[in-house]
């Protein structure tokens, strides 16, 4: 029997913000592996983000200081080359409603051509969060709505600065 020891997973995004429903996979993750690396997408091919790569990094940095085997990072590039760099054979990443699935599936089938040794793994979405993502939080915080729930206190608090930042709220 293979026992693999020093488990090294990366759970990729935007991070723009991180959301409860993010929080609560890398929690679970955690207890999965004895390594959970966030890696944070430093270019983003969607569009620009309303968070500058340190204040996403320095919110999940908040957010995770209770979790000992998790740490922050950001990538370029693409993520295969970045999980090789680290040493982690795998990718975690979350699911919530089917409209996930073709894109992830897009995702998963892309990194498994360009480096069949890495293998995601797909972990479902707690089901009171299946309705959140970071654009639906900025879309309501940016109108001045309340987002508690949806996201850590910190991360709310933020969203507010940035509103008045822009002069949206
Ligand atoms: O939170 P997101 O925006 O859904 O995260 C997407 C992310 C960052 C995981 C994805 O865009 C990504 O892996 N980007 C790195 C570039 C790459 O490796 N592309 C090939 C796989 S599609």
Not at 48 to 66: G, K
Not at 72 to 98: E, H, N
Not at 123 to 140: D, E, G, N
Not at 148 to 166: R, T
């Amino acid at each position: 029997m293979k026992v693999n020891m020093n488990q090294i997973a990366i759970y990729p995004g935007s991070f723009d913000p991180v959301t409860n429903g993010h929080l609560d996979i890398i929690k679970r993750a955690a207890k999965l592996y004895d390594h959970l690396i966030i890696a944070v997408a430093s270019n983003m091919e969607k569009k620009t983000p309303l968070f500058t790569i340190d204040e996403r990094i320095n919110m999940l940095r908040e957010v995770c200081s209770n979790l000992p085997n998790v740490e922050v990072d950001s990538f370029k590039g693409l993520l295969v080359d970045y999980a090789k760099k680290r040493s982690a054979s795998t990718l975690v990443k979350g699911l919530r409603a089917v409209s996930d699935f073709e894109y992830e599936l897009q995702m998963a089938l892309t990194n498994r051509k360009l480096n069949p040794d890495v293998e995601t793994i797909f972990m479902m979405t707690a089901f009171r969060y299946i309705y959140l993502s970071s654009s639906i939080v900025k879309q309501v915080a940016l109108v001045g709505g309340n987002t508690d729930g949806m996201v850590p206190p910190l991360v709310a608090e933020k969203l507010i600065q940035k509103a008045k930042e822009l002069g949206r709220e």
